[in-house]
């Protein structure tokens, strides 16, 4: 077992500086009751303005005159927590959540990722992409990463055997002990965690009752962790607030970005794709624009989703200002990566199809690719339809060769939607006529003349007229 | 021994070997393999098909090439046709309607989307019918089709044969008599006379 904790110094800020684009403005995040309003984190501009977090507002108001003030909101923290537990999923099967920071065992993954200081590479990429500061840690047991991480970035105790010597030189302070415990023991004497540890256990008892050794137990992976193990949830909804209103376009490609990111981080996580997802604008007094992108099959590359969403954006063209931004996403199928053949004859740089497929509908809409398929009507406004093309070429469908009808002229290449009158000099007729006489049992019974013709042009023309006569024309087609 | 040394010594001539390449894209039809300088269409390239009017015989031209395409992996794309193809009528001529996608376009995105097509790289060939298309924007086509490996084909009204065109390939349908008459060829000669184009 080997366990990594990410311990997330500045989660509630960083959940807020995420969604502005790289403000160089000074912020503060502020809690406490409305009267006595006191930082909790400061950005790096409000930090150099001398702005620290426990100060109260009134006296960071007095050292700086501007800066924006975010109210701390808990159920906001939660939301990125979760998502932070999301994302460290696509590691580990066994993620836990602890206060400001995440723990998952690595030590079943070290085949998949390689050993842990690469895996600690591949987490820290990950999460300076996202945009959250972290510390990161590894030891045998959950809790002991957790103390490790707070007390120094990147250490790591990759051996059981090691871990209470490890553990050993840990300020009592800073090692994850319940505050009240931790001054006690400072106030005896016992300023590492070693000398705890060391310390008769009965005494220990005695002066604080179970929970003291039970604790320690935990830390040493004597004990059962008991953490509850998290369960990434079956759907993904994330909403950017704007502040002020977005009237342009271009504006919110952005947080779109951002979101879209989110969302290929989470599903890389689920190891699943996306199909159908919604964007919701919200404008004021509690209207919306929702855009639905629905795919021709599920995708997770971050790339991909943000150029088929911008398209289907951009052709929205709601002018309304937008006040938030939301991505919203319930249908998660498995995704599936799609190979490539060695031997493949296509430029290297070549898109596949269903990507090629997915940037026309993007920009032309979601029913601008169809094939044609014959149908077994034998009329020829009927003889085929439209079906939107798919992921795979089907084979044949319809009619087989076997079922083909007898048809005793060659059909055109080209059909025209509807039968239009033929204007100009009478047609030479060249072959025909074809009989049809069908469709009694709809309604729409046809009996016509097909012939072959030849206009004044050149041109091959599929004609008819009404059976046993000899026009007027109705043109149905051309022999292109 | 001796044959040898002068072989080594340069002083015999070997003769050429002939080129034997097999045309890459063969048109199907004979005759007009015959005086392309490729052998058939210019590969990866642009071909302009100018015609009097509709139906007289342009998909005809290339059903042997679509059949032929329609077997391999990539399928051929269809952009904005003028009408809709008669599935009946091109599995006749033996192209696979399933191997074959339309593309529905306006106007203005019509050569967007086939120069994103082309330039995708896994389309066998794409078809397209613009009514208004520029020499620029010819030649971005040529571009795409070259970069994505792929055949590109333009049908034009014939009135525009005297406008330079960066196309690899122009060929002229006339009606009266049916013949062929190839405007531009690159990499060759341009053939003097019109061939016979009997396609029904």
């Known amino acids: 077992m080997l366990w990594a904790c990410i311990s997330l110094p500045h989660l509630a800020l960083d959940g807020v500086l995420r969604q502005r684009a790289g403000t160089q403005a000074p912020l503060v995040l502020m809690d406490g009751p409305q009267r006595a309003r006191a930082l909790m984190d400061v950005n790096e501009p409000a930090s150099r ?19 924006e003030a975010v109210p701390f909101d808990a159920g ?73 991480a707070e007390h120094a970035d990147g250490s790591a105790i990759l051996d059981a055997k090691d871990l209470r010597a490890g553990l050993s030189h840990l300020p009592v302070m800073r090692s994850g ?44 992976g004597a004990a059962p962790d008991g953490l509850a193990r998290y369960r990434p949830p079956d759907h993904f909804a994330q909403r950017i607030e704007f502040e002020p209103e977005i009237e342009n376009l271009s504006a919110l490609l952005f947080p779109l970005r951002r979101l879209i990111g989110d969302l290929a981080a989470y599903l890389s996580g689920r190891d699943g794709g996306v199909q159908r997802f919604t964007i919701e604008l919200e404008h004021r007094a509690n209207d919306s624009t929702r855009v639905q992108v629905g795919l021709l099959e599920p995708l997770r590359d971050a790339e991909a989703l943000f150029e088929f969403s911008r398209g289907r954006l951009e052709a929205q063209r709601s002018g309304a200002p937008v006040r938030a931004l939301r991505v919203l996403a319930d249908e998660l199928p498995p995704f599936v990566p799609s190979g490539r053949d060695l031997f493949d004859r296509r430029p290297a740089h070549a898109l596949s199809m269903t990507q090629l497929r997915e940037r026309l509908r993007a920009r032309l809409g979601d029913r601008a690719l169809y094939q044609l398929h014959d149908t077994l009507d034998p009329r020829p406004e ?28 060659p059909r055109p290449t080209w059909l025209l939607e509807r039968p239009i009158p033929l204007r100009g000099a009478a047609p030479e007729l060249i072959a025909g006529p074809e009989r049809l006489e069908t469709g009694w049992w709809d309604g729409a019974p046809v009996r016509r003349d097909y012939y072959v013709a030849q206009t004044s042009q050149g041109q091959r023309a599929w004609i008819f007229c009404a059976a046993g006569q000899r026009g007027p024309w109705m043109l149905h087609g051309w022999f292109a | 021994m001796a044959a040898l040394s002068l072989a080594f010594s340069n002083q015999v001539w070997r003769g050429r070997a002939a080129p034997i390449a097999a045309p890459a894209q063969p048109t199907g039809w004979p005759q007009l393999d015959a005086v392309l300088p490729a052998g058939g269409w210019p590969d990866a390239a642009l071909t302009e098909i100018l015609i009097p009017a509709d139906g007289v015989g342009e998909l005809q031209l290339l059903m042997p090439t679509l ?45 967007w989307a086939m120069e994103q097509a082309l330039r995708a790289g896994c389309c066998s060939a794409v078809l397209a019918w613009p009514r208004q298309i520029e020499e620029r924007q010819l030649r971005r086509l040529q571009v795409a089709a070259d970069s994505g490996r792929a055949l590109a084909f333009v049908f034009r009204d014939r009135r525009h044969a005297a406008q330079t065109s960066p196309a690899a390939l122009r060929i002229e349908i006339e009606t009266q008599p049916a013949q062929l008459r190839v405007r531009k060829c690159r990499g060759g000669p341009v053939p003097a006379q019109p061939i016979a184009f009997e396609w029904d």
Not at chain 1, 386 to 391: D, E, G, L, P, Q
Not at chain 2, 72 to 100: K, Q, S
């Open chain 1, 49 to 67: 303005a001398g702005l620290r977090a426990g100060q109260p507002l009134t006296a960071a108001r007095a050292l700086l005159a501007h800066f």
């Open chain 1, 76 to 148: 906001e923290v939660e939301h990125w927590h979760r998502f932070l537990a999301a994302v460290a999923y696509r590691y580990s099967s066994e993620v836990a959540l602890l206060p400001n920071a995440i723990v998952l065992e690595v030590g079943h993954s070290r085949t998949l990722f390689g050993p842990w200081p690469e895996l600690a590479q591949r987490l820290r990429e990950d999460l300076a992409q996202l945009g959250f500061r972290h510390r990161l840690a590894a030891a045998p047991a959950p809790h002991a990463a957790r103390a490790l």
């Open chain 1, 177 to 220: 002990l319940p505050d009240a415990m931790a001054t006690t023991l400072m106030e005896m004497g016992l300023r590492t965690l070693g000398q705890v540890l060391a310390a008769p256990r009965e005494g220990l008892r005695r002066r604080f009752g179970n929970e003291l050794p039970q604790v320690l137990d935990r830390l040493t």
């Open chain 1, 382 to 409: 009927r003889a085929q339809d439209n079906r939107i093309s798919a992921f795979r070429l089907e084979g044949k469908a319809g009619r087989d060769d076997e079922a083909a009808l007898d048809e005793i002229l």
């Open chain 2, 67 to 111: 059949a032929r395409l329609a077997q391999t992996e990539r399928p051929v794309l269809l952009i904005a046709p003028p009408y809709a193809p008669c599935v009946a009528g091109w599995r006749a001529r033996g192209v696979d309607m399933a191997h074959v996608e339309i593309v529905a376009a306006d106007e203005q995105r019509t050569l």
